[in-house]
């Protein structure tokens, strides 16, 4: 897995896990299910429990904009490294430009200073091309920067919301008062965990 690719899954997986520590209210005369009543009688309490690296592995809409974010960034990492070649290409030119003039300077090889004069008024005007194609370098790295973190920020919140829109159409009836995150809990605990469920449900809803 490269750099890129665990900076995204880290924003989307953060995302899902400021979902799962969510309270939900009972709703009075709530229906029970077995294995989520109050432990009186030795049963389960009334949570659940959601394992977010499958929910980011197997719901679509997060695996589809874990690519769209790799794409989006292998293709502003390509346009910049392309634009970067061609500027060092143009700057090593500029540079053996630079020795040639300096050397037939020193060896008073120009039949006439107005020859002198030209190459070097044309040499500075070179360089400060380059300089300005530098900046627009640095301009559209900033840019794409922005961009990728624009789209990202945008793709977290529509997967926040398509999640927490999701648990509260699941727990309309109030089974649980509460819902969080594995990475909460030190061990797995047996009869809590609804990820396949929940994985499920936002597929069949997604995929419609």
């Known amino acids: 897995m490269n750099k ?16 799962f520590i969510l309270f939900f209210t009972v709703t009075p005369g709530a229906k029970k299910h077995a294995g ?8 389960l309490l009334p949570i659940a429990i959601i ?4 929910i980011l592995k197997h719901y679509t809409f997060a695996v589809e904009a874990q690519d769209k974010l790799m794409s989006r960034y292998e ?13 060092q290409k143009e700057a090593e030119t500029f540079q053996q430009d630079v020795l040639n003039f300096q050397k037939k300077i020193e060896a008073n090889a120009f039949l006439s200073r107005e020859r002198a004069e030209s190459e070097q008024q044309r040499l500075q005007n070179k360089e400060k091309q380059l300089m300005a194609k530098q900046q627009d370098l640095e301009n ?5 920067s922005a961009d ?3 789209e990202q920020s945008d793709l977290t919140k529509q997967l926040q919301d398509s999640i927490q829109s999701f648990l509260k159409q699941y727990n309309a009836d109030g089974r649980y008062h509460l819902v969080i ?8 605990v047996s009869g809590y ?8 449900g936002l597929n069949a809803r997604y995929n419609k």
């Open 181 to 188: 995150n594995d990475a909460v809990t030190m061990d797995k």
């Open 75 to 87: 293709e502003s990492t390509l346009k910049l490294d392309t634009k970067a070649k061609s500027l």
């Open 193 to 200: 965990d609804i990820t396949e469920e929940v994985i499920e």
């Open 4 to 19: 890129i690719q665990i900076i995204v899954n880290s924003v989307l997986g953060a995302a899902v896990v400021a979902l």
């Open 36 to 43: 989520q009543e109050v432990e009186a009688n030795g049963d």
């Open 51 to 54: 394992n977010t690296d499958s």
């Open 148 to 150: 990728f973190m624009n």
């Open 140 to 144: 559209l790295r900033q840019k794409l």
